[in-house]
């Protein structure tokens, strides 16, 4: 954990995203923790990875829900990346309603693709670094 604010974006719940229930249908928590990925990954300069021949890939997405969203709820969705050992690491994001309430966590193993041997690096962390990608601005600092 570093001493900043994660990176955060803020998601308005549409009612066309909402289930039978009159609640955002599970499937949308993740698709809100993707824009939280993709929105944190172009802020921290991800193009020079592109550049290089490297993407993040998803391999794993797990979600525990907190609290329903309705209709025009208003949400923050933070993203931070955790490195370890290996060619996986960690994003995690949560999503918040504005009165501080958590509606969910989401936790996803994510890995550096090399797109011309569509094979997983090792070391992310090292080709993040050497691409210039602004570490501070995905909490990995």
């Known amino acids: 954990m570093t001493d900043h604010e994660p990176f955060r974006i803020r998601i308005k719940v549409r009612h066309y ?3 039978s229930l009159g609640h955002l249908n599970h499937a949308v928590y993740h698709s809100y923790g993707e824009v939280a990925r993709l929105e944190a990954l172009a802020a921290a300069g991800d193009e020079k990875l592109r550049e290089a021949r490297l993407a993040p890939v998803l391999l794993e997405s797990r979600i525990v829900y907190r609290r329903e969203l309705r209709s025009g ?3 923050d969705v933070t993203c931070e ?8 690491f960690r994003m995690s994001s ?3 309603k504005l009165d501080g309430t958590l509606s ?7 890995g550096l693709m090399d797109l ?4 997983l690096v090792p070391d992310p962390r090292g080709h993040f670094e050497r691409a210039q990608v602004d570490l501070q601005v995905l909490s990995a600092g």
């Open 17 to 19: 995203e909402l289930d």
């Open 73 to 75: 709820d208003e949400v």
């Open 81 to 88: 990346v955790a490195f370890g050992e290996g060619k996986a």
């Open 94 to 96: 949560r999503i918040i």
């Open 104 to 110: 969910a966590e989401i936790e996803c193993t994510v």
């Open 116 to 119: 011309d041997r569509r094979k």
